[in-house]
């Protein structure tokens, strides 16, 4: 008998295969469901409401600090990646014309521990030279999980989860902040990127350090873990075979409702490969999570600079996913 599972995910291209039934785990019937972010990452660390879960990257390192309070494991499948050059926006006549200008300007966050902000913080600090003291953080949302904020921030809450946005945005119009870093693109009136070529500076930024910046991953309920932890291949394979099925668009650009598909497909490749989005421990995926987790810490997201042996569940896995 097929072990039933609960599965809460985006339906992105790569994992809608796996909603539609077109992919199907070996041994297990899979209901998957949706909520928007962070909706999705409360529901599972406050009331462990699903099996699996994709989880915000900064939520689940925050929860490890106190891991029987919040029973459950990552596996190393990671369905969102995102370069954060592009989602910083300052605002017009701020005088903010380069990364050194943010010293004592006032910045516009979620909150602390969401996985962008832990990115654009620390891509600041380690390739910029920005010192993190030095600017006024605004966070339009609470914390899903409790962090220990250390004192050299200056950090001010000014809102609650689910008005962060709007929150924030409406701030930066009334030029109450300067700035705002972004989960998302945005059209922001009165505001434009740090970076005006973004484009090219997320692509230097790889070729340099060879990181395609990790922002969720999959977490499954330890109960399941441990009284199913056969569980871990088939759901990886599921993952895997879902993936390869959403890559396989950029095979077809003609059907893509982009003008120039064809080329963007191919600039893509030649950047990152047949297959930025690979899962697994693989080298690549090593030293994303080692630099998240090391910028977690830093910031006091992360109780411990994690090795990223410790935080996935890998010892039913086979050995072939793992460079």
């Not at 909520?35 to 879960?53: G, H, I, K, Q, T």
Request: proline share 5%.
């Amino acid at each position: 008998m097929a072990l039933d599972l609960s599965l809460a995910v985006h339906p992105y291209a790569w994992t809608q295969p796996l909603r539609d039934g077109r992919v199907e785990p070996e041994g297990v019937d899979l209901s998957a469901v949706n909520y928007p972010n962070p909706v999705r990452f409360s529901r599972m660390v406050r009331d462990l409401e699903f099996d699996a879960c994709e989880l915000s990257m900064g939520t689940y390192l925050a929860t490890r600090r106190d891991a029987d309070r919040f029973p459950f494991t990552a596996l190393p499948i990671f369905p969102f990646r995102k370069f954060r050059h592009a989602y910083m926006y300052v605002r017009e006549g701020a005088g903010i014309d380069s990364v050194a200008d943010l010293a004592g300007a006032r910045v516009g966050i979620v909150n602390w521990q969401t996985t962008t902000g832990i990115w654009q913080r620390g891509t600041l600090a380690d390739r910029h030279g920005l010192d993190l003291a030095e600017v006024e953080w605004v966070a339009g949302g609470s914390e899903i999980v409790d962090v220990d904020v250390p004192e050299r921030f200056d950090l001010e809450y000014v809102g609650h989860q689910g008005s962060t946005i709007g929150l924030l945005e409406g701030m930066i119009e009334r030029a109450e902040i300067d700035a705002i870093f972004h989960p998302v693109d945005a059209g922001i009136a009165n505001a434009r990127r740090l970076f005006d070529d973004a484009k090219a500076v997320e692509q230097r930024y790889y070729r340099e350090t060879g990181i395609f910046p990790v922002m969720h991953a999959i977490v499954v309920r330890d109960e399941v873990l441990a009284e199913h932890p056969w569980v871990v291949q088939p759901l990886y394979d599921a993952f895997q075979h879902a993936k390869e099925i959403g890559l396989s668009a950029l095979e077809r650009p003609r059907e893509l409702p982009l003008v120039w598909a064809d080329v963007y497909a191919d600039e893509q490749r030649s950047v990152l490969g047949e297959d930025p989005w690979e899962y697994g421990l693989t080298e690549d995926n090593v030293a994303a999570v080692e630099t998240l987790a090391g910028y977690a810490h830093d910031q006091g997201v992360a109780a411990e600079r994690y090795d990223p042996g410790e935080l996935f569940a890998t010892d039913h896995l086979d050995t072939d996913y793992y460079a």
